[in-house]
Nanobody
């Protein structure tokens, strides 16, 4: 059973930086795209950045410049480096991953998984 667990969120001050991470655990095959989304109350989740299994990255609209995504395939971990944070970046940040799994009953399956989210709060 695949699980994604985020960590590293918290309270930071205006202009500070923060690193958050997400590790995948359980029995799995290839991890394809790994991504970070964020969500504020009453709004849909918005893509922050995505990275594929070869390390190619893409940032979401209006997310360029201050957000850097990276991954460690051996550790099955994706990271998000956030810099020059402002109160507008306050949100719950969710990890998402496209993962292949196998079971004798269902064979190979490829699904998107979500973490439980980590709160990032930026104080002015």
């Amino acid at each position: 059973q695949v699980q994604l667990v985020e960590s590293g969120g918290g309270l930071v001050q205006l202009g500070e930086a923060l690193n958050i991470s997400c590790v995948a655990s359980g029995t799995m095959g290839t991890i394809y795209d790994m991504a970070w989304y964020r969500q504020t109350p009453g709004n849909p989740r918005v893509l922050v950045a995505v990275i594929d299994e070869n390390g190619r990255t893409k940032n979401g609209d209006s997310m360029k410049g201050r957000f850097t995504i990276s991954r460690d395939n051996f550790k099955k971990t994706v990271y998000l480096r956030m810099s020059r944070l402002s109160p507008e970046d306050t949100a719950v940040y969710y990890c998402n991953a496209d993962i292949m799994t196998y079971s004798r009953s269902t064979g190979f399956k490829r699904n998107y998984y979500w973490g439980q989210g980590t709160q990032v709060t930026v104080s002015s």
